[in-house]
């Protein structure tokens, strides 16, 4: 064996802890460099005595590893955009009073009511020089959006930091923008930008072109708009304009992995390249040929896409292993999995983190790992139960292997996933390559009123049998409560589980029974968590008073709001419960005293009432109440004073400002999230 023989998944493992240690523990960059320099200077002094000496072949495979961690942990402190000298994060005036702020437009993302929403990056503040990636909001009026990816745009106004979670177990969208090195928004209307007539020209400029090209071509030839966002985001990963409905249906029904780009995709335009290209001969010059066209088509797929983190993926993914069929190298398809991940992850670290990616690899290498095995089982006769069969074993395959993180960062499952994929293969097939072709005819002209029709049907007919299947309401298991012990325990029995399967012996039965018993262990200790935790919520809700006193898994609901008294469905109390493993237990009108913990909680609402004698140790302050804070402090002398979102902004300043003034502890809900009493 030669010396470099070392195996690329314990060198991939270790790059991958180093991205994660190093993510966790904020290392300097001085320090992660000396030690990079030194692994790496080890590793060769150590390749070099190996050459003559195996005794030494040991120390070098752990400088290897040793290497690759630490090239993983730099890989990511470079790749953070924040720790850059440059970066609009270190200019503190322009978080503070209005500057002027030029930048250029990266990205189109989804608009929400009020605004149109993009990306971009920072070029100058104030006449200086600044880079990183922002959140742009422009607000919508009656007027045309003449925006264009790669406008230059300059404006006035305040950079404010991403706002984080105000409402306990909820998505942490601050936490997620970071990932993705944007740390601030602006908000601006258009008649306070000034657009340069200079456009920036580069990829993601011509991508968008192509993209606006094929929607003008698509609307020329009367494409229904309903279905050309869903050929937009089938084909090319486009979901900006998707209704939420449709989402949802696509969720509720175990499909929303056909709305996101991804390998299935990218395995349909290779399909489609190599039926066209089969008349030419498989020589030399034909397969480079092929080669260069397969190569081709991928990376003008991930242009008019749009360059997303998931096409990027599935196009590398993909290139290498046209690359390996290419060079007559059957290879193992394990290595050219962790190839790909490897070279995705050192130009970009942090999608490590990103729950597409880990759901993609995951899904992927089941399918491999797990699929051929779940095959094995029957073998039929008959066409098209063969044809059912493969799809059930593969949809079945990639299931298993994200069912755990499924449930883990979304807490719903769809039972009817394997029906779905059944019914939507044939179609959804059809839908693909009739779309590409589309896609491909409206970068050039309109496509054909015909062509354009048979596609809208097709996605039509899709549709339809998303949301007949997404209606089962009874087989969409919603609000499943998950954490982190269970992710872990739950993937070591099931690759526990596959092993002994594929090959049983006792080494792997014991590994098994340990599997189970780690398993139940992650769920008394749960349970027993769970069991001893207490506290009182404030919430922050805007127009609404929501209290909430747990204890154990059981919650005591108070509110002003009527329609939670008869209907519990609420996203906000939805996450608490779901991440508290919780279930309300009683429901009640919201009093003016409370009683948690030997501690009383007073509350003023918009009657203003109050007695002098009451003397809390906490006063509660909802609907605006018109009242003289400064007097009511003198005569009830409360602790603490807590403001919810109930309440308007500009009476939360001078109640801020009064309490101040007599070193009471102030706490608005709007501006520092609920409030918790232990």
């Known amino acids: 064996m030669k010396v470099l023989d070392f195996p690329l998944v314990r060198i991939t493992l270790w790059f991958l802890a180093g991205i994660l240690f190093f993510y966790y523990t904020k290392i300097s960059l001085l320090f992660s460099s000396i030690a990079l320099i030194t692994s790496t200077i080890t590793f060769l002094i150590l390749y070099l005595f190996s050459k003559k000496s195996k005794a030494t072949i040991s120390f070098f495979g752990l400088s290897t590893y040793f290497t690759a961690f630490f090239l993983g942990g730099i890989t990511l402190l470079l790749h953070t955009d924040s720790l850059q000298k440059s970066n609009y994060i270190h200019c503190q005036k ?11 437009l ?116 009367h494409f229904n708009g309903a279905e050309m966002n869903v050929a937009l985001a089938l084909i090319l990963g486009q979901q900006q304009e998707i209704s939420a409905d449709i989402i949802q249906d696509y969720q509720y029904s175990g499909a929303t992995h056909i709305l996101s780009v991804s390998g299935l995709h990218v395995g349909f335009i290779m399909l489609l390249i190599n039926f066209i290209l089969k008349p030419i001969p498989n020589t030399r010059k034909g397969s480079f040929v092929k080669l260069i066209s397969v190569l081709m088509a991928l990376s003008f797929f991930a242009i008019i896409s749009g360059l997303s983190p998931s096409v990027l993926r599935s196009v590398v993914m993909f290139s290498f292993l046209t690359i390996g069929n290419h060079l007559r190298r059957t290879g193992n398809i394990y290595n050219t999995l962790l190839v790909s991940m490897l070279l995705i992850l050192l130009f970009e670290p942090y999608f490590l983190f990103d729950a597409g990616f880990q759901l993609s690899y995951i899904a992927l290498f089941f399918i491999i790992w797990l699929q051929p095995l779940l095959k094995k089982l029957w073998s039929p006769k008959n066409k098209i139960v063969v044809y059912i069969w493969d799809a059930l074993t593969v949809s079945f395959a990639a299931q298993i292997g994200a069912f755990p993180l499924c449930l883990y960062y979304f807490h719903q499952f769809p039972g009817l996933f394997f029906i779905t994929n059944i019914a ?47 209606s089962i309401k009874s087989f969409v298991i919603l609000d499943i409560s998950f954490n982190f012990y269970f992710l872990i325990t739950f993937y070591l029995l099931i690759f526990s589980t596959i092993i002994w399967f594929k090959k049983p012996s006792f080494e792997k039965l014991a590994m098994l029974l340990t599997a189970i018993i780690m398993v139940q262990v992650s769920f008394i200790y749960t349970k027993k968590e769970t069991e001893t935790q207490k506290e009182m919520i404030v919430y922050n809700l805007k127009k609404k008073t929501l209290i909430t006193m747990r204890s154990g898994k059981n919650i005591a609901l108070f509110t002003n709001d009527k329609l ?8 906000t109390l939805s996450s608490y419960l779901v991440g508290n493993f919780a279930k309300i237990k009683s429901v009640s009108q919201l009093k003016n005293l409370l009683f948690y913990n030997q501690k009383k909680i007073f509350i003023i609402d918009s009657s203003g009432i109050y007695e002098k004698k009451i003397q809390p140790d906490i006063l509660l302050l909802t609907q605006s109440p018109r009242i003289n804070l400064d007097r009511v402090l003198t005569e009830i002398h409360p602790k603490a004073v807590i403001a919810d979102a109930s309440n308007s902004n500009s009476i939360q300043k001078i109640w801020k400002y009064t309490c101040l003034k007599k070193n009471i502890p102030f706490h608005a809900t709007a501006e520092k999230g609920y409030y918790q009493l232990k």
């Open 106 to 221: 990266h990205e189109k993302l989804k608009s929400n009511s009020y605004s149109d929403r993009y990306t971009a990056f920072v070029n100058k503040i104030d006449g200086k020089i600044y880079s990183g990636k922002i959140i742009v909001n422009i607000a919508k009026d009656s007027t045309d959006n003449s925006f264009i990816i790669g406008n230059r745009i300059k404006t006035k106004t305040i950079l404010q930091f991403n706002k984080s979670s105000k409402n306990p177990n909820q998505f942490d969208y601050t936490k997620h923008l970071s990932d993705r090195q944007i740390y601030a928004q602006i908000y601006c209307n258009k008649s306070q930008i000034q657009i340069n007539k200079v456009i920036q020209k580069d990829i993601w400029y011509y991508s968008d072109c192509l993209h606006q090209r094929i929607i003008r071509n698509l609307e020329k030839a």
């Open 424 to 470: 939507i293969i044939p179609v959804l097939a059809f839908v693909m390559i009739a779309g590409i072709i589309v896609m491909v005819y409206a970068v050039f002209d309109s496509p054909p009123f015909l062509l354009a029709k048979i596609l809208e049907k097709s996605i039509y007919l899709l549709n339809e049998i998303i949301h007949a299947v997404a």
């Open 94 to 104: 322009a978080f503070n009073v209005p500057s002027e702020i030029t930048f250029t």
């Open 564 to 571: 939670l008294l008869t209907d519990l469905k609420n996203n």
